[in-house]
């Protein structure tokens, strides 16, 4: 079946250490997101990328980094400059043809320790 | 920028009745997609209903359906014959189309508690 896989489903972080979260599609989308969820709150926009070897900050990009060498992944680094990064992560994946809908993974709950 | 506000946290329904959340939006653009996305107690993020804002006819799914007034910028859901599968967080999302396929801006989620 076609989806979206996020691993892992939980992860610890020490507080100044990097972490890289992982996100792989196998629909042939074009185009990967990743979203932070707190609680109560929204989603809101880390990062994405409509083709390989590019992507665009979103609204919140400060204290993550990303990379898109493959069209199926699209790995999300929370570094040690992100100074609250206990949240909810999802990561979508759309094509770009109109009227698409996103699709999401099942999501990773980073926690700092 | 555009923004999406859910002005009801928390919303509750007995079951098979009919309850309406309430989505409010913001832009300047004349074209773009409206979603509204369900998030049960898994966290994962299901796409409920979709509306395109150059069709003047509300969408429907089943028991959902929206009721978007795009001069008024709003774009509620009703859920009709409300079952507890139903309760879950439903958020209301934005796109702009164009270039920006797929980036969504969300509204605050609400809260949706269905009583036996």
């Known amino acids: 079946d076609g989806g979206i896989t996020q691993s892992p489903k939980y992860l610890f972080r020490k507080e100044g250490q990097n972490v890289t979260l992982s996100c792989e599609q196998n629909?042939?989308?074009?185009?990967m997101y990743w979203y932070r969820q707190d609680p109560g709150q929204g989603l809101r926009l880390i990062y994405y990328?409509?083709?390989?070897?590019?992507?665009q900050k979103g609204d919140i990009a400060e204290g993550y980094s990303v990379s898109r060498e493959k069209k199926e992944s699209f790995p999300l680094t929370v570094t040690s400059a992100q100074k609250n990064p206990t949240a909810f992560y999802l990561c979508a994946s759309t094509s770009l043809r109109k009227s698409t809908e996103a699709f999401f993974g099942q999501g990773t709950r980073l926690t700092v320790v | 920028a555009q923004t999406v506000t859910q002005s009801q946290p928390e919303m509750s329904v007995q079951e098979a009745e009919t309850v309406t959340l309430s989505c409010t939006y913001d832009?300047?653009?004349?074209?773009?997609?409206l979603f509204w996305y369900k998030q049960p107690p898994s966290r994962q993020m299901i796409l409920v209903i979709r509306q395109e804002a150059y069709k003047q006819q509300n969408a429907t799914e089943n028991r959902f359906s929206v009721n978007f007034q795009k001069a008024a910028k709003s774009f509620s859901l009703k859920i009709s014959d409300s079952q507890l599968g139903d309760a879950a967080m439903y958020f209301c999302?934005?796109?702009?189309?164009?270039?920006?396929?797929?980036?969504?801006?969300f509204g605050q989620g609400t809260i949706l508690t269905v009583h036996p």
């Open positions: 832009t300047s653009e004349s074209d773009y997609y």
């Open positions: 629909l042939n989308h074009d185009a």
């Open positions: 999302a934005y796109n702009a189309g164009g270039t920006s396929y797929g980036k969504l801006t």
């Open positions: 990328s409509q083709i390989v070897n590019d992507f």
